[in-house]
């Protein structure tokens, strides 16, 4: 069935990742005004080439949060780039959106077939 094939965990994958990439977005423009507050971000070049080792995992791909340790250029330590978080916030709520009209076409293309084979 559909649930369990590749193709839909890869679309489940895709948008629990987008999601936790919004949130992240969102807690580091919440922490804009918090000294010595270090913006988060998700590593998806290693996510993605362990994703390539092992295809067959359960858990088609995990998430490795990390710190940006670029330097501050505010007084009090904070790194938060807020027209950066905006732009890659909006980013990620494309994708997630876009994401979210695949698993929904997915959805219309079996009620079709269901729909079709009860007339």
């Not at 010595?36 to 791909?61: C, H, M, P």
């Not at 009090?76 to 807020?82: C, E, L, P, R, S």
């Amino acid at each position: 069935m559909f649930f369990n094939s590749y193709n839909f965990k890869l679309l489940e994958a895709g948008t629990n990742l987008t999601w936790t990439k919004q949130e992240l977005h969102m807690q580091n423009i919440a922490n804009v005004e918090t000294p010595g507050y270090k913006a988060k971000q998700l590593d998806f070049i290693n996510v993605l080439s362990e994703e390539r080792r092992n295809v067959t995992s359960s858990n088609i791909i995990e998430t490795a949060v990390v710190e940006d340790q670029t330097a501050s250029t505010r007084s009090d330590g904070n790194n938060v780039n807020m027209e950066k978080e905006s732009i890659e916030l909006y980013k990620a709520y494309a994708q997630y959106s876009m994401l979210l009209g695949k698993v929904r076409s997915e959805f219309d293309k079996y009620g079709y077939v269901l729909n079709s084979n009860m007339k």
